[in-house]
C-alpha cells in the first residue's frame, strides 16, 4: 500500500511537470509568434528578447537580422546600439533610489555630482529628469552653423582642459593639432573595420570610384564593379581574398 502511495504521488508530480513545461513551451511559441508577427508589421529587421520573472531570466531569444546585406542572424549576445533608449532606463533606476528614501527628486545636482558649475547650483534632479535644467546638451566646441566631425568636438573638448579624448590616429592632423599630444593606445582596443556602403543599382560617378580607391588603394574601380553585381555575402567576401587592404 505504501509503494502504490509513492508510486501514485511519483506519478502526480511526473505528469503536474511536464504540464508545467508544456504550459511553459505553449506560451513561448505564443511569444515568438506575436514578435515575428510584429516584427513584419513595423518592418523591424531583427531584435533581441528577453524577458526576466522574479530576478531570473525565462526566456531569451534573437529574432531577425542583425546585419541585412551579410545575413549575419540576432543572437541573445548581439550588441544593439539604444541611443535615447537609456534615457528611460536611467529614470527608472534613479526612482527605485527616490521610493527607497535614498535620492530626492528636489536635492540640488551638486549633491551628487563634485564639481560642478556655478549656473547649475539651483538645478534639482527633478531638473535632468525631466530636461529642464536648461543646460546646453551638446558638447564644448560643438557648432550647429557648422559641420563637424566628432573627432573634431572631441578635440575642442581636450583643449578646454575637461578631459582627455579618444580618437582615430587618422583624425589627429599634426599641423593642426600640434598643440595635442598624441599617445598611442591601439593596444587597449580591438581592430574595428570600416566599411563604404552604396545602393546596389545606383550610378557611381567617377568622384565616388576615386574616393574609395582613395580611401582603399585596393579596391578599384573594377572590383568596386564586382562587389555591386555579386548578389550573396559570400561572393562579395570572395572577391576581398587575397586583397590587403589599409590599416590606418
Given at each position: 500500500?505504501?509503494?502504490?502511495l509513492l508510486f501514485s504521488v511519483f506519478l502526480s508530480l511526473f505528469f503536474f511537470q511536464l504540464?508545467?513545461?508544456?504550459?511553459?513551451?505553449?506560451?513561448?511559441?505564443?511569444?515568438?509568434?506575436?514578435?515575428?508577427?510584429?516584427?513584419?508589421?513595423?518592418?523591424?529587421?531583427?531584435?533581441?528578447?528577453?524577458?526576466?520573472?522574479?530576478?531570473?531570466?525565462?526566456?531569451?531569444?534573437?529574432?531577425?537580422?542583425?546585419?541585412?546585406?551579410?545575413?549575419?542572424?540576432?543572437?541573445?549576445?548581439?550588441?544593439?546600439?539604444?541611443?535615447?533608449?537609456?534615457?528611460?532606463?536611467?529614470?527608472?533606476?534613479?526612482?527605485?533610489?527616490?521610493?527607497?528614501?535614498?535620492?530626492?527628486?528636489?536635492?540640488?545636482?551638486?549633491?551628487?555630482?563634485?564639481?560642478?558649475?556655478?549656473?547649475?547650483?539651483?538645478?534639482?534632479?527633478?531638473?535632468?529628469?525631466?530636461?529642464?535644467?536648461?543646460?546646453?546638451?551638446?558638447?564644448?566646441?560643438?557648432?550647429?552653423?557648422?559641420?563637424?566631425?566628432?573627432a573634431d568636438v572631441i578635440k575642442t573638448y581636450v583643449r578646454l582642459g575637461l578631459g582627455v579624448?579618444?580618437?582615430?590616429?587618422?583624425?589627429?592632423?599634426?599641423?593642426?593639432?600640434?598643440?595635442?599630444?598624441?599617445?598611442?593606445?591601439?593596444?587597449?582596443?580591438?581592430?574595428?573595420?570600416?566599411?563604404?556602403?552604396?545602393?546596389?543599382?545606383a550610378f557611381m560617378r567617377s568622384y565616388m570610384y576615386d574616393f574609395i580607391e582613395l580611401f582603399?588603394?585596393?579596391?578599384?574601380?573594377?572590383?568596386?564593379?564586382?562587389?555591386?553585381?555579386?548578389?550573396?555575402?559570400?561572393?562579395?567576401?570572395?572577391?576581398?581574398?587575397?586583397?590587403?587592404?589599409?590599416?590606418?
Open positions: 500500500m505504501k509503494h502504490k504540464s508545467f513545461v508544456l504550459d511553459v513551451s505553449a506560451q513561448s511559441k505564443k511569444v515568438d509568434a506575436y514578435i515575428k508577427s510584429e516584427m513584419r508589421r513595423q518592418n523591424i529587421p531583427g531584435l533581441s528578447l528577453a524577458v526576466v520573472k522574479e530576478g531570473k531570466v525565462i526566456k531569451a531569444k534573437g529574432y531577425g537580422l542583425a546585419n541585412v546585406e551579410t545575413n549575419v542572424p540576432v543572437t541573445t549576445e548581439t550588441v544593439f546600439k539604444i541611443g535615447s533608449v537609456s534615457k528611460p532606463i536611467i529614470a527608472e533606476g534613479i526612482m527605485l533610489l527616490v521610493e527607497e528614501g535614498k535620492i530626492s527628486l528636489d536635492d540640488k545636482i551638486n549633491k551628487y555630482l563634485e564639481g560642478t558649475p556655478e549656473s547649475w547650483k539651483d538645478n534639482t534632479v527633478r531638473h535632468f529628469l525631466t530636461h529642464s535644467s536648461g543646460i546646453i546638451r551638446e558638447a564644448p566646441g560643438f557648432d550647429p552653423t557648422k559641420i563637424q566631425s566628432d579624448g579618444i580618437i582615430a590616429r587618422m583624425a589627429y592632423e599634426p599641423r593642426i593639432d600640434g598643440d595635442l599630444r598624441m599617445l598611442d593606445a591601439s593596444h587597449l582596443f580591438e581592430h574595428s573595420t570600416t566599411k563604404i556602403g552604396f545602393r546596389r543599382g582603399s588603394p585596393p579596391m578599384n574601380r573594377d572590383i568596386v564593379d564586382a562587389v555591386a553585381e555579386a548578389r550573396t555575402g559570400e561572393q562579395r567576401e570572395a572577391l576581398f581574398e587575397g586583397l590587403e587592404l589599409p590599416m590606418y
